[in-house]
């Protein structure tokens, strides 16, 4: 009797703890991304999408490899290296995941979309045919303009080379054929 009433508390205790591990993950990356909500907004929608990329919805390996390029010093970022530093590597796919698994933000583009520029075939097979992103590279589709044409800068500057490809695909393009590949991405 003493032992089937031990078993029975037990085995409650044991299941609770068991259900409370997951919630309390839960909290433990819900607490961590909050650092992220200051620039990149409480769902990964950023108050200044000029300056500082959406994440919600992005792609999950895209979003992995530039927090690892942020921890190791691959990626440059007043801002993101020392958060990124500061986490530990098992958090970063977590991080990642979370932000992955919100949904891209619906967005209405005022005025007609941009022409479909010259030479914006060349990204489709790494950025997909819609510019969703996919497991090597991120969306592109739906982000601002401005965050858009400083990063192909970026990359056609080396100021920015943690990609072996972008630098010279961005590199290979004229400053206004970049404009317009962001003023068409940024509409879709």
């Not at 958090?91 to 979370?98: M, T």
Request: charged letters at 20%.
């Amino acid at each position: 009797m003493i032992t089937r009433h031990f078993f029975a508390i037990f085995g409650a205790g044991l299941g609770l703890a068991l259900l409370a591990g997951p919630a309390l993950a839960a909290d433990d990356i819900e607490a961590k991304v909050q650092m992220c909500v200051a620039c990149h907004g409480q769902n990964g929608v950023p108050t200044d999408p000029k300056t500082i990329p959406i994440i919600a919805g992005q792609q999950q390996s895209y979003l992995v490899k530039q927090l690892h390029d942020y921890r190791s010093g691959d990626r440059d970022n007043a801002v993101m290296s020392p958060i990124a530093k500061g986490l530990a590597q098992e958090d970063l796919r977590k991080i990642a995941a979370y932000f992955a698994a919100k949904s891209w933000p619906a967005q209405h583009v005022a005025g007609a979309s941009a022409p479909r520029p010259n030479g914006i075939a060349q990204c489709q097979p790494c950025h997909q045919p819609n510019f969703e992103g996919g497991p090597p590279a991120p969306r592109l589709a739906g982000l601002s303009y401005e965050y858009l044409v400083a990063v192909m800068r970026s990359f056609a500057a080396d100021e920015r080379s943690n990609n072996g490809d972008m630098p010279k695909f961005m590199r290979a393009l004229t400053d206004r054929e970049r404009d317009a590949m962001a003023r068409y991405l940024s509409a879709l």
